[in-house]
């Protein structure tokens, strides 16, 4: 295997240790929630609507983003800024669409660029616009639990497509405060399973379980798979993170 990629998926394993970590309730660093509750709305908008279609579109290569869907979010939801040609749709993912139990939920500076596949563009981009509808609507963070648990109980949202993925691979995001923009990566959508049917996690495995989907409680789970490069062709074990 070439030695770049061996280092960027060991990087990778080692972040994602620290995201999970980081995300577990009841260890000495979450005495202090450091984000307790939502933050102002115009704090997660991103000001200027130019910027955030950029920024959605490093999600992905050029090649493909360039005739994505582009969807920014408002005060009243993600609204579609660029209509696509692809089938593609490439978005900024605010923190509430992280696990539940992450300490950074309501965290107003993370950013995550990332761009679906038309089959994760029908069936898993609707996860993302009914959570961030009860977001908007006031709700805690244990009502959006039991709101989106009660979507999926009532088949609001739509069955999981098989092929959905998506592209993780900018260099500007900020996907949480201790991993920063992380590495860069493609996610793989399955029905809910276990993280050895893949065998995600073992060494020398590069695949990873991403807590993002997994069942809580969207009946998703999530495989990650680290790459060498960020979207703009710069190689990733090049960077800091």
Same mark, same amino acid.
């Given at each position: 295997?070439?030695?770049?990629?061996?280092? !960027?998926?060991?990087?990778?394993?080692?972040?994602?240790?620290?995201?999970?970590?980081?995300?577990?309730?009841?260890?000495a660093?979450?005495?202090?929630?450091?984000?307790p509750?939502?933050?102002?709305?115009?704090?997660?908008?991103i000001?200027?609507?130019?910027?955030?279609?950029?920024?959605?579109?490093?999600?992905?290569?050029?090649?493909?983003?360039?005739?994505? !869907?582009?969807?920014?979010?408002?005060?009243?939801?993600?609204? !579609?800024?660029? &209509?696509?040609?692809?089938?593609?749709?490439?978005?900024?993912?605010?923190?509430?669409?992280?696990?539940?139990?992450?300490?950074?939920?309501?965290n107003?500076?993370?950013?995550?660029?990332?761009?679906?596949?038309?089959?994760?563009?029908?069936?898993?981009?609707? *996860?993302?616009l009914?959570?961030?509808?009860?977001?908007?609507?006031?709700?805690?963070?244990?009502?959006?639990?039991?709101?989106?648990?009660?979507?999926?109980?009532?088949?609001?949202?739509?069955? *999981? &497509?098989?092929?959905?993925?998506?592209?993780?691979?900018?260099?500007?995001?900020?996907?949480?405060?201790?991993?920063?923009h992380?590495?860069?990566?493609?996610?793989?959508?399955?029905? *809910?399973?276990?993280?050895?049917?893949?065998?995600?996690?073992v060494?020398?495995?590069?695949?990873?379980?991403?807590?993002?989907?997994?069942?809580?409680?969207?009946?998703? !789970?999530?495989?990650?798979?680290?790459?060498s490069?960020?979207?703009?062709?710069?190689?990733?074990?090049?960077?800091?993170?």
């Amino acid at each position: 295997m070439n030695r770049k990629i061996v280092r !960027t998926i060991a990087l990778g394993s080692f972040a994602l240790a620290v995201v999970v970590c980081a995300a577990r309730p009841g260890r000495a660093a979450d005495a202090k929630t450091p984000y307790p509750s939502m933050a102002p709305l115009d704090q997660y908008l991103i000001a200027d609507r130019d910027a955030e279609i950029a920024l959605a579109r490093t999600a992905a290569p050029p090649s493909i983003s360039r005739d994505a !869907t582009v969807m920014v979010l408002g005060r009243h939801g993600y609204e !579609t800024a660029v &209509e696509g040609k692809n089938g593609f749709v490439c978005i900024v993912e605010r923190a509430w669409m992280g696990p539940f139990d992450a300490r950074e939920f309501w965290n107003p500076k993370n950013r995550g660029p990332l761009c679906f596949n038309p089959p994760a563009a029908r069936s898993v981009l609707p *996860l993302t616009l009914m959570r961030t509808k009860f977001v908007l609507a006031g709700q805690s963070k244990d009502e959006i639990h039991e709101s989106m648990k009660a979507a999926v109980e009532n088949r609001d949202l739509p069955a *999981l &497509e098989p092929g959905g993925m998506s592209y993780m691979m900018s260099r500007q995001g900020h996907l949480n405060d201790s991993a920063g923009h992380w590495v860069p990566h493609l996610m793989f959508y399955v029905p *809910l399973t276990e993280s050895m049917t893949w065998g995600a996690g073992v060494p020398g495995s590069p695949v990873l379980l991403n807590p993002h989907f997994n069942g809580a409680p969207e009946p998703v !789970t999530e495989f990650m798979i680290p790459v060498s490069e960020w979207s703009d062709g710069t190689p990733a074990n090049a960077d800091a993170h």
